[in-house]
């Protein structure tokens, strides 16, 4: 019995050490940080629908940071970034009216661990979709 015992705690230790060693999923990551991404933009809207009070959605490249400003432009909320940055020369900001809507229309690029991922923004009724 003790033998037992000793051969199951020595396969166990070896389970939990080895259990670690094993890479995350990236494909997994990609899809939960698009997730995060699209539910940041979707929380601006509710919000925003809420209170019936514009907001503005600013990027920091710099810091990959998704800013969320209220129309005189001070910072309410932010979202930092895991693993995917934002490329140069898509959308700047925009804003989603009082009513919802978007101020504005265009392409949201990121770079998510060499994949290249798009939101793709409408101007009416803030809709966007996602381009892999």
Known sequence: ???????????????????????????????NEIENISLV???????????????????D???????????????????????CKMEQGSLGRFMYKANGDTNDFG???FNCLEQRISFVFQIQKGRFRIER
């Open 1 to 31: 019995m003790m033998e037992m015992l000793l051969t199951l705690f020595i396969v166990s230790v070896m389970l939990m050490i080895t259990a670690h060693a094993i890479p995350e999923n990236k494909e997994r990551r990609i899809d």
């Open 41 to 59: 933009f979707q929380a601006v809207q509710t919000d925003t629908l809420s209170k019936k009070e514009s907001h503005i959605v600013d990027f």
């Open 61 to 83: 490249r710099k810091h990959h940071k998704i800013l969320i400003k209220n129309i005189r432009g001070k910072v309410i909320n932010e979202y930092q970034l895991s693993i």
């Open 107 to 109: 392409t949201l690029n």
